[in-house]
């Protein structure tokens, strides 16, 4: 199916919309991505590039639970004075916002009786209000939550005790997924709209959206990102095994256009992520920006960014609702983008694109059982956030051992173009990365100068394809499925960020290890919904014992449905010291002009300084979460692994700023008012391979 804009027949708006635009507040912070648009954009003006020098820690936050390779990717609201977030342990909390003092605290594991300890990662909190009941709705791992956002007491009208299984309510017959509600809904009147992070694998659930009804927590609609037969874009997928798929789901976080009542939805891919042989078509609604009606849940228009995919690129980042002078008239847009280096932009009511998007040939895959899409879109404009490609000169070669190093690894290697398909025989280099290009920390528009602000990853890494085991070993069978992605075919990991799995006999007893896989830790997901006899075999397997006994039905079991191939965990292209594969920068920062679509500036973003202290120019690092642009002249951000936040001048790409963190931001600031001080907040968690924190760091000029 190579038609990608479908327009819903019924839905007829009003073309007025366009020249009187409703008015938005852009001192507010109520939001995830600040204002109503998510635009990360603050009309403050206290800070301005002129006094940016003088700013310092005005409070700070401890929230006193950290653990080994924890996290924080909150992004803080703001609302009558009070500041909400969570910590790494998914507590969430009020916070006096012009002091850091604590109001409240909740732990959600209060009302779920130690059912689940491990809830994956959290990037912020919603906010309702509706005459005197205000309320925080949240995710912790499964369970969609409500409390007052007065005192933190929980709200045991909504759901079952202030609680939402998101588990049930599928329109499937399975309830034991692995679900964490990590980015946090929208608000829609009286709805909350949310998605939900998934297995990678063939176990995980459909990704269909919900909205509940916020007052009492009853499910009010659901869309099928995998759609059921006879419902559109069913026949984008192999009818034999559609109904076993899952993915196809909302991670990112998504935004409301109020004024139209519409909600924009970017979600992922399917599973199995690199080998598709049994979802044969494009696969609607995977990889897809949708524009729903946010009151019904009925679709509006879609996008999809990549067919079949087979690389893993999902939409990784919520949309951000724009507004440009495009041709001599004022646009209402949406702007998505995307791991690839793209943005894709779409006048809003119609889905129409902004600038041509071009179905472009593309190389064919080679794995038996697989179908790749013959062509991907690429957008003319704006221009790409980053390089697109990975060749020969874009090898490492700082230093001649380095570059050797690199080649050594690539002897064998496809590498040339953003689309080679995994491959049976050969390793691929996969660039941009899993990571991105774009990540979940979105950009930044100003609607003042119309200009797009993005951060990206460039990085190269490596997939490297197994055929199946075929279940001559069955515990290896469950690890492959379960844990091979992360920790690799050969157990090995990927350090620092992901453990080895060797050895652990002399760690673990069966008991512990098993203890363990019910309930996660850090980084690591509770394995709870596997059965007990999955679990028993595991557990031997990585431990390291034979095993014994009648495995046959579990063996049938596991055979259902797996891939022919699969990826043998997530590696980054590195030199033995850990160095990136590719010449530098590895972080970069741009600035779009979104009425001719060109870049106006970039410059690397982060800063390794054992490569500063041998001659190297600024490199960039990694970077995980988002920018913040002011009326003040500049762009806030963290997201690097080097342990700063720093201050862009927003026209130049000038440093104007930087400050050392307790631990890596690896997260999207706040940017707010209270009693005449305009404030900055920064999460500061750590992790993604750099040491864990715990605290949120507010700066402000001097008092």
Request: hydrophobic letters at 35%; proline letters at 6%.
């Amino acid at each position: 199916m190579k038609s990608r804009i479908t327009l819903w027949a019924a839905i007829i708006l009003i073309s007025a919309c366009k020249s009187e635009p409703k008015e938005i507040d852009y001192t507010d912070w109520s939001y995830y991505g600040g204002p109503e648009d998510g635009s990360r954009y603050s009309a403050l003006t206290q800070i301005t590039r002129e006094n940016v020098d003088q700013l310092s820690v005005a409070w700070t936050y401890q929230t006193g639970d950290a653990t080994e390779r924890s996290q924080i990717q909150c992004q803080p609201i703001v609302k009558n004075g009070f500041l909400y977030a969570t910590t790494p342990g998914l507590d969430v909390f009020a916070l006096d916002a012009a002091s850091g003092e604590e109001i409240w605290r909740f732990d959600p594991f209060e009302i779920l009786g130690g059912e689940n300890s491990w809830a994956g990662t959290n990037r912020g909190v919603s906010y309702w209000e509706k005459g005197e009941d205000k309320r925080i709705l949240f995710g912790a791992g499964n369970w969609l939550m409500a409390v007052d956002a007065l005192t933190g007491e929980p709200i045991p009208s909504f759901g079952d005790g202030g609680k939402i299984d998101l588990r049930k309510g599928l329109d499937d017959k399975r309830e034991d997924f692995l679900i964490v509600a990590n980015a946090p809904g929208v608000v829609f009147e009286d709805l909350l709209i949310i998605g939900m992070r998934l297995s990678e694998g063939l176990d995980a659930a459909p990704g269909h959206i919900r909205a509940y009804h916020i007052p009492s927590g009853k499910m009010e609609w659901i869309f099928h990102t995998i759609p059921k037969e006879n419902e559109f874009g069913f026949d984008t997928w192999d009818p034999s095994y559609v109904s076993q798929i899952g993915g196809a789901n909302n991670w990112a976080g998504m935004v409301v256009d109020y004024q139209r009542g519409m909600v924009f939805i970017p979600t992922g891919s399917a599973t199995y992520d690199f080998w598709g042989g049994y979802r044969h078509g494009d696969n609607l609604f995977a990889n897809s920006l949708l524009a729903l009606d946010a009151k019904t849940g009925e679709r509006i228009w879609h996008f999809q960014g990549v067919h079949h995919d087979v690389w893993d690129r999902d939409f990784p980042s919520p949309p951000t609702l724009i507004r440009v002078n495009h041709d001599g008239k004022w646009i209402d847009a949406v702007a998505q983008t995307s791991k690839q280096g793209f943005t894709f932009v779409f006048d809003r009511e119609s889905g129409e694109p902004l600038w041509p998007i071009e179905e472009r040939a593309v190389p064919q895959s080679s794995l038996p059982g697989e179908k790749s899409s013959s062509t991907q879109p690429f957008p003319t404009l704006p221009e790409p956030f980053m390089n697109l490609v990975f060749e020969d000169k874009d090898i490492l070669n700082l230093k001649p051992e380095w570059e050797a190093d690199i080649r050594d690894q690539l002897q064998n290697a496809l590498y040339g173009d953003m689309w080679y398909p995994p491959n049976a025989e050969k390793p691929l280099v996969l660039f941009p990365g899993m990571d991105g290009g774009a990540e979940w920390g979105g950009a930044a528009f100003d609607p003042e100068t119309q200009t797009f602000y993005v951060n990206a990853n460039q990085i190269p890494w490596m997939i490297e394809m197994t055929p199946n085991s075929d279940f001559e070993n069955v515990g290896k069978s469950v690890y492959t499925n379960y844990c091979g992605n992360c920790h690799g075919l050969e157990r090995k990991g990927n350090l620092p960020a992901i453990p080895a799995l060797l050895n652990l006999d002399a760690k673990y007893s069966p008991d512990s290890l098993t203890a363990l896989l019910k309930k996660g830790r850090g980084a690591m997901p509770a394995f709870d919904y596997l059965s007990e006899e999955q679990r028993d075999v595991l557990v031997d397997y990585l431990l390291g014992k034979s095993q014994e006994g009648d495995k046959k039905e579990l063996e049938a079991e596991n055979a259902a449905l797996n891939p022919r191939y699969y990826m043998n965990g997530y590696k980054k292209l590195v030199t033995k010291d850990g160095l990136y594969g590719s010449n530098p920068p590895w972080g970069v920062l741009t600035a779009i002009d979104m009425q001719s679509g060109v870049r106006k500036w970039q410059v690397p973003l982060g800063e390794i300084d054992s490569l500063s202290q041998q001659g190297f120019a600024p490199t960039g690092t990694e970077n995980y979460g988002g920018p913040v642009v002011t009326a003040g002249g500049l762009l806030f951000i963290a997201a690097t692994k080097d342990e700063k936040i720093r201050a862009f001048d927003k026209e130049t790409g000038e440093l104007l700023w930087q400050a050392e963190l307790p631990a890596s931001g690896h997260a999207t600031p706040a940017m707010y008012e209270q009693n005449g001080r305009q404030f900055l907040v920064i999460a500061c968690g750590g992790g993604k391979g750099t040491k864990s924190g715990d605290s949120y760091v507010a700066f402000a000029l001097p008092d």
